[in-house]
């Protein structure tokens, strides 16, 4: 055996140096965009920003001024008919798949939750049109809740199930050797422990779906003034800045960007929000 | 209830062999005949009878794999825990069948409590939210009995006036042992008859362990414990009867200084001296 020469030495720190180097840039490029989207959004949009943006509502064409209210709490409205249809359906399914469930039924569910969340979110919009739209004629604040419900689902389903999994199979033993029935023991015990990363999910879930525009389009459509019922079009941020930023006029424009700017920092602050949840005592396991 | 004179064990029988060693025990709080389990087609435990003592500590010793486990499993129906297991034989527990169609394995478990060979302690829960989960989850509101049923199981645990001071602060929060006799209080609370133990002290320090050894001495004055042990010495301390598995199959069963001192079966003795397991 051959021990190895001072120039092989050499050679493989240059290796592993150039790998770190390497390595380092994919970083720096992964995460550039995001620092680079923020300024942006800061200097366009930050100027728009006021209390004005916050509380009125959109001005008519060629007036200057007014802000987005109706599209903030619309938003809000939208995500709150979406979690209400979505969080139950997911979290449940998510406890069948980790709790009840057959190997081979659960294989074919993940399956199908996977390819849905690889869905394109302007089919869901199509198919809330069609179920939903067509049948009540009209567009309406159900509609565009009940699509971004249906983006969620898959979503939180994964990740409730993904962290009922990592629940030590101890907690569910001692539970249930204390005589407490199998469904107690899941809800008092198992998502008890896996309380936080559920949270998480559908935290992010909401944050995922509170950008979508495109299922809006078809389902609340938007609105320009406030919505009284939600069987009525509902205005949605992320609409109203698709409307605002293809406009002609320069005082939209000015809007729209302030409108991604409010849109992209709640986003970070719910990602915020998941840290804070996430970190918490150290008691948990997940 | 009373039966003075009753066959404890009989033997799997073997041809060729002495025939089974009788033991009698005053009271019996289980009955386990001709006991069979699988695992799928795996089977784990092969015709067992055994009567386990009221009020006495009984051993089961084995080395890995032997089915010690899966018989004190079978005691509260934990092992039906794992998908596709099947049973034969009968286990009665004070006269009644554990496994008629009729029984619901969560009173059973009731009856008959657990304590693990890894100390669980649930994670989001206060030590005193810990001890009286049990009853809560069972249905008990009343603030003042699990007040005192909280003090009284902490003290049988031997962890009252360690934890008092302490009781808001997270079951983790407590060291291995303090976490394993958490457990016992957690057991104990919901009053059940016996108290399995899988390996209690598998997992401790030799001085929680002792903690814990004579915990169970002072335990069975008032609960049958069953116990599994991988410590041959551990079982000669704590334990009024032994009980020697090898692969699924009981091969001698008797009062512990018998089963420790004179051993009728090559194979127990062989284990009991180290010689393999």
């Given amino acids: 055996m051959r021990f190895e020469t001072a120039h092989h030495h050499t050679w493989r720190k240059i290796k592993s140096a150039l790998a770190c180097i390497i390595a380092f840039a994919s970083g720096v490029l992964v995460i550039s965009p995001l620092g680079l989207v923020f300024f942006y959004l800061l200097i366009h949009g930050a100027g728009s920003v006021n209390w004005d943006f916050f509380t009125k509502l959109p001005a008519p064409v060629g007036a200057v001024g007014g802000g987005m209210a109706n599209a903030i709490v619309g938003s809000l409205e939208l995500l709150a008919l979406a979690g209400v249809i979505g969080i139950p359906v997911g979290v449940l399914g998510g406890v069948y798949l980790a709790e009840y469930g057959s190997a081979r039924i659960n294989s074919v569910v993940r399956f199908l939750a996977d390819i849905l969340n690889g869905i394109p979110s302007i089919t869901w919009g199509v198919v809330v049109y069609g179920l939903i739209v067509l049948r009540f004629k009209g567009f309406s604040a159900y509609a565009g809740g009940l699509a971004l419900a249906l983006i969620m689902i898959p979503l939180i389903l994964r990740t409730t199930e993904e962290v009922i999994l990592l629940v030590p199979n101890g907690y569910r033993e001692a539970s249930l050797a204390l005589g407490v029935s199998r469904w107690k023991t899941i809800v008092h015990i198992v998502l008890k422990t896996a309380s936080k990363g559920i949270i998480t999910g559908i935290l992010l879930a909401l944050a995922r779906v509170g950008g979508e525009t495109a299922p809006l389009l078809f389902t609340a459509f938007g609105n320009r003034f406030w919505n009284h019922s939600l069987s009525q079009p509902i205005a949605a941020l992320p609409i109203q800045i698709f409307t605002y930023a293809i406009s002609p006029y320069d005082d939209w424009h000015r809007q729209a960007w302030a409108g991604a700017l409010v849109l992209v920092t709640g986003v970070f602050l719910v990602n915020i929000m998941v840290r804070i949840v996430t970190r918490g005592r150290g008691a948990s396991v997940v | ?277």
């Fill in chain 2, 1 to 277: 209830m009373t039966t003075p004179e009753r066959t404890v064990a009989e033997r799997v029988e073997r041809p060729g062999e002495p025939p089974p060693l009788e033991e009698s025990v005053p009271a019996r709080t289980f009955e386990i005949k001709n006991l069979s389990i699988w695992y799928g087609e795996k089977r784990a435990i092969e015709n067992v009878t055994i009567d386990i003592a009221t009020n006495a500590v009984t051993a089961i010793i084995g080395p890995s794999g032997c089915g010690k486990s899966t018989l004190l499993r079978a005691l509260n129906r934990m092992h039906e825990l794992v998908p596709k297991t099947r049973l034969e034989g009968t286990v009665l527990l004070d006269g009644t069948d554990l496994y008629s169609s009729n029984i619901d394995p969560a009173i059973v478990r009731r009856r008959v409590g657990m304590v693990f060979q890894k100390s669980n302690p649930f994670p989001t829960m206060t030590i005193g939210e810990n001890v009286v989960i049990g009853l809560r989850l069972n249905g008990v509101r009343d603030r003042r009995f699990l007040n005192e049923r909280l003090e009284k199981s902490l003290r049988m645990a031997a962890l009252w006036d360690e934890v008092k001071d302490d009781l808001h602060k997270p079951g983790t929060s407590l060291s291995g042992g303090q976490q394993q006799r958490l457990c016992i209080a957690r057991t104990l609370a919901v009053e059940p008859e016996v108290v399995l133990m899988d390996e209690p002290c598998s997992a401790l320090d030799p001085i929680a362990t002792a903690k814990i050894e004579e915990l169970i001495y002072e335990l069975k004055a008032k609960y049958t414990i069953v116990t599994v042990t991988h410590n041959m010495q551990q079982a000669g301390r704590i334990s009024d009867y032994t009980a020697f598995m090898y692969l699924g199959r009981l091969i001698e069963f008797g009062p512990t200084t018998q089963i420790f001192t004179n051993p009728k079966d090559r194979q127990t003795e062989d284990y009991i001296t180290g010689r393999f397991g």
